[in-house]
């Protein structure tokens, strides 16, 4: 796979976070397919070069106190994300997962999938024909790419090309996969995707363990330099406390 770059936020206090690479290492220890890390005292941003899933590195960023935004990944428009979300009426909290998706080469787009607050078991995680989720799931479509079924697959075949893959949730709720599909992201951009037991067939809405999102663009790793919004006057830090609050990973 080739590198990519992603680009976070993290509160760096002196000279000595930026310039001590042990003190890179210990941020990143033990996470394979990291090749560069820099960081700038000024900006309060770090960035990473390598093949290691966004979310396994602001994981372990996380494990040494400080805080972790992800400000953006690839060049730009090659980068998408997807919210993901019940529909049931069960459910408080609706956001349950989050997937980032980088084209890191012109026929290769990877997709980090992290979930919480689902049933223990394997998920199929794909992307639909339409990106219609007025009635959750149900509303979006077959399988991009896939043929058609009467009844629906439970094991489609692999040359769909919305078919991303399979992701474990353990007992805690919390599921995550780094996944890759011979696909563009201009592609997906406004498609439907879906995680679910079944990977295709009825998708009942009021299934709290089906999850849904449209597929939209994401910042680029020089596309999002903003630290205040300019709508609220709140900062990245403060806007983070608000949606993390709300259920977003």
Same mark, same amino acid.
């Given at each position: 796979?080739?590198?990519?770059?992603?680009?976070?936020?993290?509160?760096?206090?002196?000279?000595?976070?930026?310039?001590?690479?042990?003190?890179?290492?210990?941020?990143?220890?033990?996470?394979?397919?990291?090749?560069?890390?820099?960081?700038?005292?000024?900006?309060?941003?770090?960035?990473?070069?390598?093949?290691?899933?966004?979310?396994?590195?602001?994981?372990?960023?996380?494990?040494?106190?400080?805080?972790?935004?992800?400000?953006?990944?690839?060049?730009?428009?090659?980068?998408?994300?997807?919210?993901?979300?019940?529909?049931?009426?069960?459910?408080?909290?609706?956001?349950?997962?989050?997937?980032?998706?980088?084209?890191?080469?012109?026929?290769?787009?990877?997709?980090?999938?992290?979930?919480?607050?689902?049933?223990?078991?394997?998920?199929?995680?794909?992307?639909?024909?339409?990106?219609?989720?007025?009635?959750?799931?149900?509303?979006?479509? &077959?399988?991009?790419?896939?043929?058609?079924?009467?009844?629906?697959? /439970?094991?489609? +075949?692999? !040359? $769909?090309?919305? %078919?991303? *893959?399979?992701?474990?949730?353990?007992?805690?709720?919390?599921?995550?996969?780094?996944?890759?599909?011979?696909?563009?992201?201009?592609?997906?951009? &406004?498609?439907?995707?879906?995680?679910?037991?079944?990977?295709?067939? /009825?998708?009942? +809405?009021? !299934? $709290?363990?089906? %999850?849904? *999102?449209?597929?939209?663009?994401?910042?680029?790793?020089?596309?999002?330099?903003?630290?205040?919004?300019?709508?609220?006057?709140?900062?990245?830090?403060?806007?983070?406390?608000?949606?993390?609050?709300?259920?977003?990973?």
């Amino acid at each position: 796979m080739p590198p990519f770059q992603t680009k976070f936020a993290v509160p760096l206090s002196c000279e000595n976070c930026v310039r001590d690479p042990v003190i890179f290492s210990r941020w990143t220890d033990g996470q394979s397919g990291i090749h560069k890390v820099n960081a700038s005292l000024a900006d309060q941003t770090v960035w990473v070069e390598g093949t290691a899933a966004p979310s396994t590195i602001a994981a372990a960023i996380q494990t040494t106190g400080r805080d972790v935004i992800l400000r953006g990944t690839g060049a730009s428009d090659a980068a998408a994300v997807c919210i993901l979300q019940t529909h049931s009426a069960r459910v408080t909290n609706k956001v349950r997962g989050l997937a980032r998706m980088i084209q890191v080469s012109p026929s290769l787009t990877v997709v980090d999938l992290t979930t919480r607050g689902l049933s223990p078991g394997t998920y199929w995680a794909t992307i639909r024909e339409t990106g219609n989720i007025s009635s959750g799931a149900a509303s979006t479509g &077959g399988i991009w790419g896939a043929l058609k079924s009467v009844s629906g697959w /439970k094991s489609p +075949p692999r !040359d $769909a090309r919305g %078919l991303l *893959g399979t992701v474990t949730v353990g007992r805690n709720g919390l599921g995550s996969v780094f996944l890759d599909r011979p696909v563009q992201i201009w592609e997906m951009i &406004g498609r439907g995707m879906v995680v679910s037991r079944q990977a295709d067939g /009825k998708l009942s +809405p009021d !299934d $709290a363990d089906v %999850l849904v *999102g449209v597929i939209a663009r994401s910042a680029g790793i020089w596309d999002n330099d903003k630290t205040v919004c300019s709508c609220s006057g709140k900062t990245l830090w403060q806007e983070r406390k608000e949606v993390t609050d709300g259920g977003m990973l």
